[in-house]
């Protein structure tokens, strides 16, 4: 008897050491990532099989775990991860730089740690672990990255602000974020006050030079939606249809879009918004044909109203332009560049559903319907953020976006 307890008192020893032990190495400050990668980091993502559609690096992932748990945005999405999909535990990865990637049959993960974790990582899988064949300790067999595709990526990265992860989205990704062409690199930085994104793509090169706004954005505090831009995308040809009358031509030079809210209860729902231009000769020249033109159709049912403030034309087709006139203004983090929007997602997303379930949307204004469908895909797990802004520039070489979430 006397043999075996001290047998059972060795063994508690060694297993108390052993936690004791994966506590004290699992750091609780990230050690983030930086610009250009070091030679170890980019021998890791050599280990990125060919066949992926994208990949992240988290060096010493474990800490970022800690935040992402602490920000009450990220933490839901966290645990909804945890619930549908089967991920390492921050006490198995430890320091360790984790490197995950998603292809056609899922997410894996890879990790390399020191021996006493790795032996007992594999102990802990051996037993049954429902960690299955999504953690790796050792690189995948199939055909890694080719070096070329990804000098491509890590070129594209050196000029990304440092954070707490890196992530890309290859040629073959079709994901709604981010917004901009493929291959895309981001840099993700999170406190449990804000979550920044700076993504990088390389543009067209035989797109023209873009026209871009070297001021911040103003949004107006109250907005559903908020959208500012120096040239007019093409989804705002879609607001033809909705409106009835081509308001495009008041945008076609820039100018903003704030919405309030959207009448999903019509066939063809619409936005209850108001529309702003600079007030120069040429955009007023153009405002006043267009509310001439408009006036002189009233009788299909078609009514506006306009004002001017602080240097900017304004016309809306319901009250809005009421609301926004007395709006606290705020001014945007970035230069507008290209485009800059601000979102409430709380609002936003009931809102987004809707829209995507509307047949008329789908059948008369494609643009508007696929956008509403992309955002709704992306944003639906931001409810908890306090606001969402972006902002898009172009240097003429390279696409960058700019995202912050609010969280507090």
Known sequence: MRKLLVIGGILLALVAGVIIYLIATTPKTSAGVRFPLTAAQRALLASVPESAESFALIPTAAALDGKLRANPVTAQAVEGWERSHSIPSPWMVGGADLLAWRDATGTRYLIRLDTVRSAVVRTYMMLGGDLGDTLLLNAPAAQPISAGALDQVLKLAEKLPPGDAFVVQRSGSRGAFPPIAR??????????????????????????????????????????????????????????????????????????????????????????????????????????????????????????????????????????????????????????????????????????????????????????????????????????????????????????????????
């Not at 009448?263 to 007030?279: N, S």
């Not at 034309?313 to 332009?321: E, H, K, R, V």
């Open 183 to 408: 291959p895309a690199v981001t840099s993700l930085s999170v406190t449990s006050d804000e979550i920044l994104l700076t993504s990088r793509a390389a543009r067209d090169s035989d797109e023209s030079a873009p026209i871009q706004a070297i001021q911040p954005a103003h949004f107006a505090r109250g907005a559903l939606l908020s959208a500012t831009f120096a040239t007019m995308p093409r989804i705002v040809e879609d607001l033809n249809r909705l409106f009835g009358t081509r308001v495009s031509s008041l945008l076609e030079n820039g100018g903003s879009l704030t919405i309030y809210n959207v009448d999903t209860h019509k066939f063809l729902p619409r936005p209850l918004c108001v529309i702003a231009v600079p007030d120069d000769p040429v955009r007023r020249a153009a405002f006043e044909d267009f509310v001439a033109r408009v006036h002189q159709g009233e009788s299909l049912g078609i009514h506006i109203q306009t004002a001017e403030q602080n240097g900017m034309l304004l016309l809306s087709f319901d009250d809005s332009i009421n609301q926004y006139k007395n709006d606290a203004i705020d001014r945007g983090r970035w230069p507008a560049g290209k485009w800059a929007v601000r979102a409430d997602s709380k609002r936003l997303v009931p809102i987004l559903s809707k829209l995507g379930d509307s047949i008329g949307l789908r059948i008369a204004a494609g643009r508007v319907y696929r956008s509403a469908r992309d955002l709704k895909r992306w944003i639906e797990a931001l409810q908890e953020a306090t606001s969402v802004e972006a902002a898009d520039s172009d240097d003429g070489n390279v696409e960058e976006l700019k995202v912050r979430i609010g969280a507090k």
